[in-house]
């Protein structure tokens, strides 16, 4: 069964397959997740479903066949030297070899292969499902904006009026000068009455149709760009495993833009040209027929030309789009780790990264240029070729008296006219390209259904929550690679109350553990319970309300410290909570310190690590959670963490109006040496589960662990 596919962009390491076949439309992401470029070489990529369940497949460029994540993935790598473009190598070549010579000149006339647009670096997956075609586009765009149809009517309105003014100028202008050589005064002041009155009708016209279009933009690419935030908001975890943030806030910003020129810019000129354009023809064709169907098929050789181009562009626009969001997405991450590449001073690797996309924007570029300057010169020979067209057989007709001066003035003014309108539809039509080559990512990301978990608004509240969990032959790989165990059959309870550590080398599944119990992934075997109660059968909204989580790395908003501890809390708390909180968690002191106390506005640069750490540790406690999970950073924080976390328990442990289900994943063990439960990880499974003491008395990897720890600590 052939899989239908729908769109990808390789290129850009990450693409959508959509599946038409289902009613929701089932949306596959495959990622390139070899970033190093196949250099002239083109990639065919055959998919064949097989069992999985996955909403997401990665494949990187294979290099034969293999299997990822549940599909088979069939490649024939052509031949690396088949070279698509001239290259400088090429060009050298030249020289020494006439063949290559006419070779060169036969890739570069139009149509030869240097013309081709195609990601030559990168995977190319065959296209079997409709990619967005201009009418599902200006649909989609319809349904965005129907609700304030006036301003489109209005527009609209506006349109017709002042393309009909305008195009009725020429001819009573032309009769106005007739009128006055011939000395009659009544026909003469009759023309230009209605000379001014049109331009004044087309002067309001244009202004109303100008604002109403404007206003028109403006709703669309603020209501695409909610639909577009609203849908990514509501994606599955996964679906950021895949997605970069560079990628997904240049659709966001850019690609709504260019796609909201279609109504301001794009359709406005081509409706405005089109109706002026086809009464010029009209006009042309009874002033004289011999004359006007010249005319014409000078402007459907433009067209012919002009949709050419138009596709051409649209190609053009669509690698613009991906290699843009690339290098966003390069110079983003770049940015945002700027201490590291600091310290590593790696600037000119990252300037070589980033210049790698530039260079192939503005390989496309060059092209697009090149096609812009074929137009240009096929534009301005046919245009010519009009007026001397009419010159001369207009000329002829007016030796044997067929049509007077006046009506040849009139011609030409109109034929100008014409070929002035078809020009313009033509650039507006590619720019219309351009914009639906925008759209097309656009509308697909807007296209993916929310997560299971917000499409269900079902699931059972407990009227409390003990914090009884009980994980079940709990089996788990992650999306992005469903073929790597990270977690095999693991079997443990917490009971409610109890403070339990979960400790083991890195890598083992701790973290995991969590994003399985806090519902960011879905166990791919067994299940875990809570009070009893399957997890998937539990209202995940009310669950997490329910827990207090503390990330290895937290990261704070831009806002004060105040609003940072309360961030996401459910019920309703006073300045008075949010001090105590923090008290709680031993922030209170540092933060009483600023200059703005609580009122100091941070963001994730302007703390220290453990202050940060103790932020969300009061964020976590404010919410007054019945199962509390503290996840111990790994970096060089331990000391300060260890510290927060050691604060916390002993919190716990002594109130026992605060007492609550805690898990915290610890890496110094000093720090979780009086937890009730100690459960080791190795290798995504479970290995040891005891106390401090009973675990020590056992030689496995507890007692290892601890053993290496102390020798770290301990000078030699
Ligand atoms: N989002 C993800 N997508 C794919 N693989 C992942 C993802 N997150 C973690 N992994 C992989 O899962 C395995 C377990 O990771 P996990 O973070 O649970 O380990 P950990 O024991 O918490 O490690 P650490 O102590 O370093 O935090 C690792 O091999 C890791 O590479």
């Known amino acids: 069964m052939a899989l239908p596919l729908v769109f990808c962009h390789p290129q850009t390491s990450s693409s959508f397959i959509t599946s038409s076949s289902q009613r929701r439309t089932q949306v596959f992401l495959i990622r390139n997740t070899n970033h ?8 065919n990529l055959q998919l064949t479903p097989s069992k999985s369940n996955g909403r997401f497949i990665s494949i990187s460029p294979p290099k034969s066949s293999a299997s990822v994540n549940g599909y088979s993935v069939n490649s024939t790598i052509s031949n690396p030297e088949d070279v698509d473009f001239p290259t400088t190598e090429g060009s050298e070549k030249l020289s020494q070899n006439p063949r290559t010579v006419i070779e060169f000149i036969k890739d570069i006339l139009p149509g030869g292969s240097w013309w081709r647009l195609s990601s030559s670096d990168h995977v190319e997956v065959v296209l079997t499902a409709k990619p967005v075609t201009v009418v599902r586009a200006l649909r989609r765009m319809w349904d965005l904006i129907s609700e304030d149809r006036w301003v489109i009517f209005t527009a609209f309105s506006s349109l017709m009026l002042t393309a009909l003014s305008q195009i009725s100028i020429p001819h009573y202008l032309t009769a106005s000068i007739f009128s006055a050589q011939s000395n009659n005064v009544s026909v003469f002041s009759w023309n230009v009455k209605l000379l001014i009155l049109l331009c004044i009708t087309s002067g309001i016209g244009s202004g109303i149709r100008g604002c109403c279009f404007g206003i028109a933009n403006m709703i669309l690419v603020k209501r695409m760009r909610e639909r577009l935030y609203s849908t990514l908001l509501l994606q599955d975890i996964s679906f950021f495993d895949y997605e970069t943030v560079g990628d997904l806030t240049s659709r966001l910003g850019s690609d709504c833009q260019q796609v909201s020129r279609v109504i301001g810019n794009d359709l406005n000129l081509i409706s405005r040209n089109l109706l002026q354009g086809t009464g010029a023809l009209i006009y042309l064709v009874i002033l004289s027929w011999p004359l006007g169907l010249c005319t014409f098929a000078i402007c459907a050789m433009l067209s012919t030309i002009m949709l050419l181009y138009g596709q051409y562009q649209k190609k053009a626009a669509k690698l613009i789009q991906d290699y843009g969001a690339s290098a966003n997405e390069v110079a983003q991450e770049t940015l945002s780790l700027m201490r590291t590449v600091r310290v590593y001073g790696t600037e000119q690797q990252e300037l070589g990264r980033y210049n790698n996309w530039l260079e192939k924007l503005a390989d496309i570029s060059l092209r697009q240029s ?110 992005s690679r469903a073929s790597v165990p990270v977690l095999q059959h693991v079997n443990f309870q917490v009971h409610p109350n109890e403070v339990v550590a979960i400790v083991g080398l890195s890598g083992s599944g701790k973290s995991t553990l969590v994003n399985l119990l806090l519902r960011l992934y879905e166990p791919t075997g067994g299940q875990i319970m809570i009070d009893g109660h399957p997890i998937k059968d539990l209202n995940t909204k009310w669950l997490r309300e329910r827990i207090g989580y503390v990330g290895q790395e937290p990261r704070l908003l831009r806002t004060d410290i105040s609003s940072n501890i309360r961030y996401g809390c459910p019920r309703v708390v006073n300045q008075k909570d949010v001090e105590r909180a923090a008290k709680q968690a031993y922030a209170h002191e540092f933060i009483s310190s600023l200059p703005n106390g609580y009122q100091t506005l941070v ?40 510290h927060n976390i050691k604060g916390v328990l002993r919190a716990v442990r002594s109130d026992l109006k605060t007492k609550r289900t805690v898990i915290v994943i610890a890496h110094r063990l000093s720090t979780i040496q009086a937890a009730d439960k100690i459960v080791v990880m190795e290798g995504g499974k479970i290995v040891q589960v005891g106390s401090h003491s009973e675990l020590l008395l056992k030689d496995g990897l507890y007692s290892r662990l601890t053993r290496r720890q102390a020798d770290a600590v301990v000078p030699s």
């Open 370 to 479: 090149a096609a812009y300057g074929l137009w240009n010169f096929s534009f301005n020979t046919l245009y010519h070729s009009t007026q001397v067209i009419a010159v001369l057989i207009g000329g002829m007709f007016i030796l044997t008296g067929r049509i007077t001066a006046e009506q040849l003035t009139k011609f030409i003014l109109y034929s100008e006219w014409l070929i002035y309108s078809t020009w313009s539809v033509g650039d507006s039509l590619s720019s219309l390209m351009q914009s639906i080559g925008a759209s097309e990512k656009v509308f697909q990301l807007m296209d993916l259904p929310p997560s299971n978990q917000f499409i269900s608004t079902a699931g059972s509240k407990l009227q409390r929550l003990v914090g009884h969990i009980e994980f079940l032959s709990v089996t788990f790989s992650y999306p």
């Open 603 to 642: 963001d994730d640069e302007l703390l220290s690590g453990g202050q940060k750490q103790r932020i969300a540790i009061a964020r976590a406690i404010l919410r007054d959670p019945d199962i509390l999970i503290l996840d111990e950073a790994t970096s060089a924080l331990d000391a300060e963490s260890e």
């Open 36 to 43: 190093d470029p196949l250099p002239n070489a083109r990639t």
